[in-house]
């Protein structure tokens, strides 16, 4: 069995007012990931992916295309040590 690891991801560009975030909740609904998404008040979006190391992997590739209208300029990794549990959520505005 794969281990599972815990990714915080901050994407920049061109990623509020484009479907970025429901993007990404589709997206990992899809690859199988939990976590949450969310907007920042400094235009980046912000998310937590956890699940089996080739699944998160896979879905921070996709965010460095993102959605037609997304224009990313980068894609910021962290480990994350909190696991969000089960499921994926869209968080408020931070």
């Known amino acids: 069995m794969e281990e599972r690891v815990v990714r915080r991801v901050r994407i920049s560009g061109t990623v ?53 209208l997304a224009r990313v300029a980068r894609v910021e990794v962290t480990d994350e040590p909190d696991d969000p549990g089960e499921g994926f959520f869209l968080l408020p505005t931070a």
Do not use: K, L, Y
């Open 16 to 68: 509020q007012g484009v479907g970025f975030r429901a993007w990404i909740s589709e997206t990992a609904s899809a690859v199988g990931v939990d976590g949450w998404v969310r907007n920042r008040r400094d235009g980046t979006v912000e998310a937590v992916f956890a699940g089996p190391r080739s699944r998160v992997e896979e879905m921070i590739r996709r965010c460095h295309r993102g959605p037609a």
